[in-house]
């Protein structure tokens, strides 16, 4: 037997004067107090905290869901008119202005179970908004000026406005005409604001193989625009209908649905979702005073795949990743680091993003061939319901303060690829299509893997004939990794023993390292995210910065190559960084520093090891050729301008080479050159054996 409207408002006004949290201080009652004071005209009210006050609105929840809203608005309002009448007052009509929003409601759905059993029920779910429709301001209490009787009559009409439907006065008793001529009076109506938008399932939510399921959702009121596409939000209210016509017009007997939003919950960060209890934060402080807690970490990434540990690390550190700051004069550096995979096919390369994407709070997994410049960035699309264009956000921004793991990068439209320069440097996408003028935040990591242009890694090629990547693409990769398929017996029955164990369902678990859950490394990753901002200490700072210099030394006076950028430099910062929160440390040690560097040299001698010089080149990574077969290229072409002067136009090929030879080139270098002169277009071969300038 439920209790009459008068009686549960009565207990719902008691409600929010008298109860107390925990502590025992008033939750709601200085809530109320400071609205005026903050001008505004909405209080959320925690569900859990009403079934902790009485149960029996749990019952009414459950069986009139609209009309219990409804006698909660009644009785802010009844409870304002006694606290502040003044502020109540302002207002005209002040029950469509006040609103009680509820959130934590029991009842959390999973989008894709939305069934017609949920409609006029009130629920809760969750996703990523998708897309957002302008603010329109949406007419609830019409005031409507009679003009029968030739404009003569002086009536006004005041019609409440029903589920969002325009309706007019439908007769006039003073000029007794039905459906008068009337025209709206906006200054005397009440308008509220409106907003249309679309929820999508989140990512983690999503069955292996299935389309991500959407609902619409109607904001009003103080609830608009507080989230925008991209934001991961958790929204109550009433699951409504409305009909389906056919193409030709007519009603169809099927209705489309939507959520007629009541509370909206923003996450703002990437880790503010996960729950942290009091004993994962008694392991997770445990596991950080262990003092192999980094070994550890990096033995829990994709412990299914042998070996790699390298790139295993630096995986670990690009989870936990740098700190992101903003400077004075407003520029923003980024403190999440960019890794790129290039390897040979069957190295675990798509494996090891497929684990990371899955213990990312925010990771998203896409590939190359199935990707666009829209579907990466933002789209502009035509809302067939309101006509206007909106943005509907893309992987990198739904990505925001996580991870998007792209794989076959190498197979990636061109195009479609330069949209995620932005992106990787500055964190924001930039949006200027169909009068659409918008910057999107993709705070997000990117993790890439790609194979080799030719199949597989070449040795005897320079690292950008094997990648054939853009230079202002890999520039922008912190680390960048050459996993190449050798053979070598002892490693390959290790690796078969290996495999086989797993086939035979043996435990993977190392007897030196033992590995960490995926889901209690979730929630360290989420603690050290939350709660630690390391900082840079002198030792660290002197560590990093003497190898800067002493390696940029060497190309002093430009006789030898450029081994490192101020781009490497900020990368060493940024993996330091991730070092020390690993730890959960507020200081960035010597040892971190250290570890950072050592990290760097192991990446570098990997892509950008001149094999003619032996020395680091950034040049082998970041321009068509290295600083060395730049000098040689150089020497080349004094050659042949030498030997065209001596009055030979077309060269021969051996006189050229020795020629370059004298000049102090290697002859394996030299005709490796030449061979490259050719391809560029710069030489050409008129006949066998013979050499011309173009």
Known sequence: MSIPDDGLQERFEEFLRTFKDEQGNLTYWPRIQQLSLNAETSL?????????????????????????????????????????????????DPSGIFKVRIINVPDHVPLRAVRSKHIGKIIQISGIMMRASEVKPLLVVGVFK???NAGQCPNEHIVHQEDGKYTIPEFCDQCGQKRPPTRLIPEKSLFIDWQKVRIQESPEELPPGQMPRSIDVTLRGDI????????????????????????????????NI??????????EKEYEQLEISEEDTKRIKELAEDQYVHERIFASIAPSIQGHEKIKESIALLLFGGVGKTLPDGTRLRGRSNILMVGDPGTGKSQILKFVSGLASRGLYTSGKGTTAAGLTAAVVHDTDSGAMTLEAGALVLADQGIACIDEFDKMDPNDRTAIHEAMEQHTVSIAKAG???????????LAAANPSLGRYESSLSVQDNIRLPFTILSRFDLIWIMVDTVEATKDRELAKFILGMHRRQPMQSATTPTISSEFLKKYIGYANRYVIPQLSAEASEV???????????????????????????????????????ALRSKVTKEDAQA???????????VALDRITGKIDIDQLVSKMSAAQRSSSDKVLTAMKNLEEEGTSVVSEDVLIQRVVEMGVPREAAEAVIRKLVTEGILFNPQEGKVKRA
């Open 258 to 267: 939507f959520i007629d939003a009541n509370g909206v919950e923003v996450a």
């Open 146 to 148: 009679c003009r029968g």
């Open 224 to 255: 608009v625009d507080i989230s925008r596409p991209g934001d991961m939000v958790k929204i109550s209210g009433i699951l409504q209908t409305t009909p389906d016509f056919s193409r030709r017009g007519g009603r169809l007997a099927t209705f």
């Open 596 to 606: 950072s560097v050592r990290l760097m040299e192991e990446s570098l001698r990997m």
């Open 436 to 446: 659409i003028v918008a910057t999107l935040n993709a705070r997000t990591s990117i």
């Open 44 to 92: 959320t009210v925690d569900f859990q905290d009403l079934t902790t006050f009485d149960n029996v609105f749990v019952v009414e929840v459950a069986d009139q869901p609209s009309s219990f809203l409804e006698l909660t608005n009644r009785a802010l309002i009844s409870v304002l008119r006694i606290e502040d009448p003044d502020y109540v007052a302002s207002f005209a």
């Open 544 to 582: 990093i910065e003497n190898f800067y210099v002493d390696l940029r030394k060497t190309a002093e006076g430009g006789v030898a190559p450029v081994p490192i950028t101020a781009r490497q430099l900020e990368s060493l910062v940024r993996l330091a960084e991730a070092r020390a929160r690993m």
